[in-house]
């Protein structure tokens, strides 16, 4: 049945291109001088033979060039043709389709009709599955975006987290270190009676106090300092993937380093 | 809000560490010891409501200033002759003064803090000069001040000279022609100045007599004299002399003189001599600064742990230098002291006591005794010296011991 209808096809063109016969566009190619016809039957023939050896895009772009010099609608048709071969039924659908516009009556109106009923549901088909896809990948997208907005959500989250709980270490410490200022002021009280003793008894009762007082001043302190420092490590790292400094502590030979490093 | 807190934090750090360096711990200084310091003029010995400041600078490092309740009381002339008293020093007449104005050379001066406080401060001046008449002859000496808190100041002389046998002539080595034809005499002496005091004195504690004229002569056989500046009082007393040693006052223009006098003779200057004087400063009249500078001048015996003790020459310390070796302390065979007396020791007595072991800090008790009644101070891990300010009578009973 194809090469009927190529055939039937060709039969018309070349009768388009060697003679003045009355085809619907009869007006169009009697305007077409005698080189340009030629031109045109020479596109087509070498449509015809890319056609018969299944190259269906050259035949296409040969079909094309003559159609344009001819104006014959049966070209329009074959190029068609091709795209229906080429398992392409849109541009199939749309070349049946102009073919008819252009020539209702045509030799091959009738198979053109057929073909633009049997390509039009797949088309139909084709767009709603293409409509499908598309709403997929929108639905996708939507997803992906969403997830990804979720995890920068839970990471900031958990980065407010990170620096609530070292601020609180942080609070904590400042407390230790208050309770250390109060022992240190407590210890300044009895230094006060070290310096001015009321008798080497008071004096001598007051050195122990006075030692246990001062070093919880500073084991306090010590603490409180500790806590804060972990606690600003805690919460200036919490952040390091959009701001601030990171820290990183390592053992070195002899003692330990810290690195403090910008990130922007 | 990070630089804020890092802010913080190192402020918090900055003062920790400042603060740190305040939480030492300040040694013990009661309110009736004695303290020893240094400034730009020389040593200063103070004591409650009085100080004893050693001369810096070229001169002779012997007390300069001699200040009570804000009076420096001790005597300076204008214009001293060079063997005439001025402040403290020795003097090898009719040879220069030595003493921080006097012109005598100083082959050695070397001022030593033996003990620094808060029960005793001991100061110990060795010095050497040379004479002009002998470059050979270099005689020198040892001169401690051990300054108690309770204002008695003991002074301890000692003299030598390297080459007794170099002779020489009081008249060659006269710095003035007034010194000739006298002979050598070696003294040690104070000067107060007039103008701090009544123009008399205590000769006992009833007796008083005019200040001696300046006539820069000695007037002898005067032990003790109590000086009455109306809110204060000193007496001065020599307690060792040798035989042929002689206590005198003599007068000068602005200062009154006691002093402990060796006469040695016109050719010869024999001077191995040892003579202690004791300073006491009170505030409640001169029968009351002798009573203390007779206790002071025969102190009873302290019995240790039940032996019998004597209060050392040459510091006054109980257990201190007796012969010149240093301050040894009582050897204790066990951590445990006794303290007790027949006869009341004086207010204001010292004992150095060695134990048998390392002590970090003692511990004194007396029934009833409050307060700062007893002032202890090291002098090494197992020496400690303590300083009463009450006497101990018959029947009391001080026990010392290390304390926990």
Redesign the interface.
Known sequence: MTTRRVALVAAAALAAFTASATFGAAQVKAQIDPSTRTLAASHFRQGQAYFQHEDYDRAIAEYQAAFDLSAEPSLIFNIGLCHDRMNRPEPALQAFQRYLALAPGGSVADEARNDVARLTPVVARLAAERAAGEARRREDEARRRDAAAAAARRQDEAAARRVRVGRYIAIGGGAVAVAGAAMHLVAFRTRDRLENPESYDAYRDDKPSFRIQRNVAYGLYAAGGAAIATGLIIALTANHHREGPQLSAALVPGGAAMVVEWSR | M?RR??AA?AA??VA?AL??G??S??P????NGVTRSEDATGTRVTGPGFALHFAGGDGFHFPDALTIDGHDVMGHESSPACFGQDGTGVLIYPTPRISPTGTAPAVRNQLTAVLTGPAVVKMQLDWTTQLACSRGRAPGGTSTFTVFPDGRILRNETFDDPKPDDNVTANGCACNDSGKNQGFTVSSYWTFARAAFQDQFYYTDQLTLPLPAATDSDVTNFDPVCLDGGDYQIASTWITGLPGDTTAIRGGIAVFGHLMVKEIGASRLDIPWTTSSTLTIDHDGCQTAFRRANRYAHPPMLKVNGQDTAAASRDGIYGGDADGSGLHGITLATDHVELTADKAVPTGFAVALRFPRSIT?V??TLAGA???????QRVTSTTWIVWFPAPLEPGQTIAIEP?T
Request: aromatic share 10%.
């Open positions: 990070t807190i890092s934090a918090s750090a920790a603060a740190a305040c939480l711990i300040p013990y200084q009661p309110k800090t511990r004194a409050t307060g700062e009644w007893y002032v202890p304390a």
